[in-house]
């Protein structure tokens, strides 16, 4: 059997890296496409290597662009690839512009496609994840959901028969990281002087967080304001909007860093006192390592984070202060993502369901 993921954003590379393993495992040949979405070094590189993924066998180079400009060059680019190598499953992963593109190219081809991380939804029609990632689920002949809720989900649009129930290989991987950087300090950190339990870990970089001056000025303000040092792990697009709308970054609470390589992220912010962000993994992350987190956002697709307490949303400066400072989680041994086998599970399906 032949698997072809394609991948291009941050998050993807991190959920490719146990798919591949397990890949690996049942001696499947696995191809992967990356369409070169993300290009900064720190934010594609690095995950390839410190994730032993290797080198990706084929690289679109598309970069960046309107979201029309950016997914039609995907598309374009993809017919020829998917042709050439025809496999048994094109795998699509999450909710970015790399996702739709790969997932409308197959299914015009009709090559059979998986989507992992099927079903989630914030129901905001404003987010290009939502739209991306309801039109995936709709184009595809497999969903691979993550939890129950993402279940219930195809189930209500009507795509109860093409769902599975697979886990969360986000899981996976964290599971393997946190064992290699558990006992080491969190030494990209050191250099901001900061100690363990001594900082909350952040991170923003969410259109609809910061395309918006005001928005954005609101958010730092209140980043600013806390009452231990934030570190700011500064995503491109933070970086070039907020240099656009003419605001500081660093000033206050607030001391600005470049993003972390994945085992630096984990190290990070095992250490952290907490974790404010509006990013959907780390989120999810933050309960796996049981650390406090505050999402600046008005909706979560994590919302057992949110039910078991160890998740808070927070849309203004003030409610961020808030949550920041609320009481610590009750603990909890609940497992909504998954046993860190995920990925094993994904490729067994694939190949039940193969041809
Ligand atoms: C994308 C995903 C988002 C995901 C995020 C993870 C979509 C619609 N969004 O958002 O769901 O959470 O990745 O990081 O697919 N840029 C660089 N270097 C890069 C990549 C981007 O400088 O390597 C800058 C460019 O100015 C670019 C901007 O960031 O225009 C936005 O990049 P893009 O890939 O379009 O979306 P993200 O915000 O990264």
């Known amino acids: ?39 900064d070094p720190m934010l594609s590189d690095v995950f390839f290597e410190d994730l032993g993924i290797g080198t990706p066998h084929v690289h679109l180079g598309v970069g960046s662009g309107s979201h029309g400009v950016q997914t039609g ?69 497999l969903l691979l959901a993550p939890t129950q809720v993402a279940v219930d989900h195809l189930a209500a649009e009507g795509l109860a028969a093409r769902t599975r129930l697979v886990g969360d290989v ?42 918006d001056a005001a928005r954005l000025g609101h958010i730092v303000a209140g980043l600013a304001a806390l009452d231990k040092p934030v570190i700011l792990l500064a995503h491109p697009r933070l970086t070039a909007k907020a240099a656009a709308h003419g605001l500081e970054l660093d000033k206050g609470a607030l001391r600005v860093h470049a993003p972390l390589a994945y085992p630096d992220l984990i190290a990070a ?34 919302v057992e984070t949110v039910e ?12 961020i202060a808030a949550a920041v400072r609320r009481e610590p989680p009750v603990p909890t041994d609940a497992t909504p993502y998954g046993d860190g086998h995920a990925a094993e599970r994904v490729v067994e399906v694939l190949l039940a369901h193969a041809g």
Not at 1 to 25: C, E, T
Not at 172 to 201: A, H, I, M, N
Not at 276 to 299: H, I, N, W, Y
């Open 1 to 39: 059997m032949k698997i072809l993921s394609v991948v291009g954003a941050r998050p993807q590379f991190v959920k490719l890296a146990p798919i591949n393993k397990a890949a690996r495992a049942a001696g499947v040949e696995h191809v992967i496409v990356h369409t070169g979405q993300h290009y």
């Open 73 to 141: 060059a995907m598309l374009s680019a993809l017919d020829v690839v998917l042709d050439e190598h025809r496999p048994d499953w094109v795998l699509v992963y999450g909710d970015t512009n790399s996702t739709i593109a790969a997932a409308l190219s197959a299914v015009k081809m009709h090559i059979p496609v998986a989507h992992l991380e099927a079903g989630l939804r914030s129901f905001n029609r404003r987010m290009p994840e939502e739209h991306n990632r309801v039109m995936t689920d709709h184009a595809a002949d």
């Open 170 to 211: 986000m899981t996976d991987v964290l599971f393997d990281v946190r064992k290699q950087v558990e006992d080491r300090p969190s030494t990209p950190l050191q250099e901001l002087g900061v100690e363990r339990l001594g900082y909350y870990l952040a991170t923003i970089h969410r259109a609809e967080n910061t395309d």
């Open 269 to 302: 912010a095992l250490s952290s006192a907490g974790i404010v962000t509006d990013s959907g993994g780390l989120q999810k992350e933050a309960f796996l390592m049981r650390v406090p987190c505050t999402t600046v956002r008005t909706e979560t697709e994590w």
């Open 308 to 319: 078991l307490g160890w998740n808070r949303l927070a849309g203004t400066a003030e409610e």
